[in-house]
T-cell receptor, first 115, second 111 residues
Framework: EAGVAQSPRYKIIEKRQSVAFWCNPI?????LYWYQQILGQGPKLLIQ????????DSQLPKDRFSAERLKGVDSTLKIQPAKLEDSAVYLC?????????????FGPGTRLTVL | SQKIEQNSEALNIQEGKTATLTCNYT??????LQWYRQDPGRGPVFLLL?????KEKRKERLKVTFDTTLKQSLFHITASQPADSATYLC??????????FGGGTRLMVKP
């Protein structure tokens, strides 16, 4: 079974530029998550989708971050404009559904460096 | 505010010994607690889930305890091997499968 795919794996941009990350979850998984992991810290949930709807985006900085999952499968996370403090690994995860016992499977992440 | 603390200092142990990692939390009443392993350059991988009404859970060489009175979970790896070297993350989980992670503890097992 293929895992969660993410691209690109690495991205370097200047501050104030925009950037987008792509995620393809495990086939059949209804729930998709985006996390931000700053170096030396644990992942922090940014947004959770159930199919193509947003369940929770309370920790998403909506002035600069946006995310969508239009067809309930792939998802994109965008930052516009980027700030230095956005340098982090952006992890995508998926689970079969939103039950607490549904295991979350993580992709390899996209490492973003903002100069 | 909610806080989850794991020892930020790396834990160095000798091969064959038992590694014990700690996860403490405050201002939180989780129904479930999970442990993940993360290797450099990779996403976290789920290891174990323990419910609030379970005191202990085991999986092969792994053992997790969950004390809701002390607000603490302990994660043990028995007969540790160099291949167990990684960062271990605890995560608290309430409704809707939304996880709140601790900062992780790096484990180094020396041969």
């Amino acid at each position: 079974e293929a895992g969660v795919a993410q691209s690109p794996r690495y991205k370097i941009i200047e501050k104030r530029q925009s950037v987008a990350f792509w995620c393809n979850p495990i086939s059949g998984h209804a729930t998709l998550y985006w996390y931000q992991q700053i170096l030396g810290q644990g992942p922090k949930l940014l947004i959770q989708f159930q199919n193509n709807g947003v369940v929770d985006d309370s920790q998403l900085p909506k002035d600069r971050f946006s995310a969508e999952r239009l067809k309930g499968v792939d998802s994109t996370l965008k930052i516009q404009p980027a700030k230095l403090e956005d340098s982090a690994v952006y992890l995508c995860a998926s689970s079969l559904d939103r039950r607490i016992t549904d295991t979350q499977y993580f992709g390899p992440g996209t490492r973003l460096t903002v100069l | 505010s909610q806080k989850i603390e794991q020892n930020s200092e790396a834990l160095n142990i000798q091969e064959g010994k038992t590694a014990t990692l700690t996860c403490n939390y405050t201002n939180y009443s989780p129904a479930y607690l999970q442990w993940y392993r993360q290797d450099p350059g990779r996403g976290p991988v789920f290891l174990l889930l323990i419910r609030e009404n379970e005191k202990e859970k085991r999986k092969e060489r792994l053992k997790v305890t969950f004390d809701t009175t002390l607000k603490q979970s302990l994660f043990h790896i028995t007969a540790s091997q160099p291949a167990d070297s990684a960062t271990y993350l605890c995560a608290l989980n309430n409704a809707g499968n939304m996880l709140t992670f601790g900062g992780g503890t790096r484990l180094m097992v020396k041969p």
